[in-house]
């Protein structure tokens, strides 16, 4: 709770003496006092006065820790790092929650900063204003990772959000030339390519990510590692379609994850799902254009992955090079299993549902004996136009280890453009249709393939 007693006390006085001088204005005064009081709640999310005390304490449950206080300047060209990390420390420190507070009409340009916990109580990182980092790969410090850039680590309890932005001013780093360029005939080429994640939480819970905007990351805009518990409500991530690598939110290691009511455009995967992840539920997502939501890659390099109960429901995902996709390299180990994709309407996708276990980047992996097992998917209620460059439906499976229980329910999608509908393939997928899809899928195999029979353990 926010309690505001500071300001109160010149109105009281002022109340007092109005009252005693004029009682009749009384009821007046009331109101007036009333709306002072929403003025100074609502403040929370403005900027203060000028001229800020280093802490405004609002009563003893929250205490406001301003960056302007800690010598931050906020004019997008002097670097405020210091004064950040000052405000973290001294908002981790507090006794009671703080509020780090990075007000509005400003902007703060910060280096790789590693916010570190375990902090006194929560903490709400409040972003009103502008965050950014150096611009581009020959501005980053040379002694700094450029592997990441806003780092959130061994955190228990925090809220990053506010109606600010978090710009990752990505455009030169996509440029480097060892980057894969979408629709470019460029090949990639070799030299320094680690290009920063823009927020990072590692080994955190009891996270909540809310309201914010974050565009144009040099890498993935978020990413999660070893986290619990995380919440992530009323997003917008934005990057432009050829942005490469640009996801927006990745998972790995990560459990208990509630994605909902955002909108994601980029030029990768809007969420893309790795090992050891479980319990995800995805709702609500504006999803393009984009490469769609995945779960994967996995078992890249012979490792092992394990992802199981991912729901992803009632989102709209348009004008993606995929809809909903699961994708494995050969050669891996481990299990993906219980997984539902459910209520997605899809425009003009270009892969809608597909599962590929044959994922590979340099078009030459050699065929492998083992890999990822698939089991257990359900589609349902998927409906909508794909782009007719590619079939609808594309169940693609390993040889050693066919994909099973796959189940197809009230699917239907019809070509963007004309009016032939393409047949999805399949090869090695065992499952069933369970209404008859548009376009129909014969191509399922019935049963349980003979060397499946011995349940898989993750
Ligand atoms: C990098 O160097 C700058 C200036 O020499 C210094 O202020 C900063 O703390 C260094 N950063 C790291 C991560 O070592
Ligand atoms: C879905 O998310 C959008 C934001 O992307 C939000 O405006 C809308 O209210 C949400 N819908 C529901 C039913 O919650
Ligand atoms: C699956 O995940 C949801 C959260 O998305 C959770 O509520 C549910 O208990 C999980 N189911 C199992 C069987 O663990
Ligand atoms: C690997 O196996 C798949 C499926 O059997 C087949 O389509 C593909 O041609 C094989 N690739 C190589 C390099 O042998
Ligand atoms: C097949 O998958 C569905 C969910 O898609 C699940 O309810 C069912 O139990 C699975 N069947 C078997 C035999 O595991």
């Known amino acids: 709770m926010i309690t505001v007693l500071f300001p109160r ?18 009821g007046k005064l009331h109101s007036y006092t009333k709306q002072r009081h929403l003025q100074t709640i609502s ?30 300047i906020g004019n997008g060209v002097t670097d405020d790092t210091q004064a950040l990390k000052m405000a973290w420390d001294a908002a981790c420190q507090a006794e009671e929650s703080g509020i780090l507070l990075v007000p509005k009409g400003y902007s703060f340009m ?13 903490v ?3 972003i009103d204003g502008t965050i950014m980092p150096p611009n581009g790969p020959d501005s980053w410090p040379k002694n700094s990772s450029k592997r990441q850039w806003l780092v959130f680590y061994r955190i228990n309890g925090m809220s990053l959000q506010g109606g600010g ?63 619990q518990n995380v919440h992530i409500e009323l997003l917008s991530i934005k990057a432009p379609a050829r942005s490469p690598n640009t996801d927006g939110i990745h998972i ?5 994850v509630k994605i909902y009511n955002s909108a994601i455009s980029n030029g990768d995967d809007c969420v893309s799902i790795g090992a050891g992840s479980y319990h995800i539920d995805i709702r609500n997502i504006t999803c393009g254009p984009s490469h769609g939501i995945s779960i994967g890659s996995l078992g890249v390099r012979n490792s092992r992955a394990c992802v199981s109960n991912i729901t992803v429901s009632d989102s709209v995902i348009k004008h993606s090079d995929n809809g909903v996709r699961i994708k494995t390299w050969q050669g891996g180990s481990g299990a993906v299993s219980k997984i539902t994709f459910r209520n997605i309407y899809m425009d003009t996708v270009r892969n809608p549902i597909i599962i590929d276990q044959y994922y590979c980047l340099t078009k030459s992996c050699p065929n492998q004996t083992s890999a990822v097992v698939i089991s257990d998917v359900l589609y349902t209620n998927i409906k909508g136009t794909y782009d007719v460059r590619s079939p609808p439906m594309h169940f693609f499976c390993s040889d050693s280890v066919p994909c099973t229980n796959l189940t197809l329910s009230e699917v239907e999608l019809l070509p963007a453009q004309g009016n032939i509908l393409s047949n999805p393939v399949c090869w090695k997928a065992y499952g069933i249709m369970q209404t008859i899809s548009i376009p129909p899928v014969f191509c399922l195999l019935e049963g349980i393939p003979p060397m499946m029979l011995i349940g898989i353990k993750c």
């Not at 010149?10 to 204005?25: A, E, H």
């Open 110 to 122: 910060m280096q790789t900063t590693i916010f570190t916990g375990p902090c006194n109580s929560d």
């Open 252 to 256: 790995e290691n990560t459990n208990n």
């Open 9 to 26: 006390l010149p109105i009281l006085f002022l109340l007092f003496s109005l009252c005693f001088l004029f009682p009749r204005v009384q």
């Open 165 to 227: 932005l978090i710009d990752g001013r990505g455009e030169k780093w996509w440029n480097l030339p060892c980057k894969q360029h979408k629709g470019s005939k460029r090949t990639t080429q070799p030299g320094a390519c680690d290009s920063p994640v823009a927020v990072r939480f590692f080994m955190s819970s009891n996270l909540r990510v809310q309201g914010l905007k974050v565009k144009n990351s040099p890498q993935f805009h978020f990413r999660f590692d070893g986290c």
């Open 43 to 72: 403040r929370i999310s403005l900027p203060p006065a000028p001229a800020p005390d280093p802490e405004v304490n609002f009563g003893g449950d929250t205490t406001i820790f301003n960056v302007l206080s800690f010598g931050a």
């Open 124 to 126: 709400i990182f409040q």
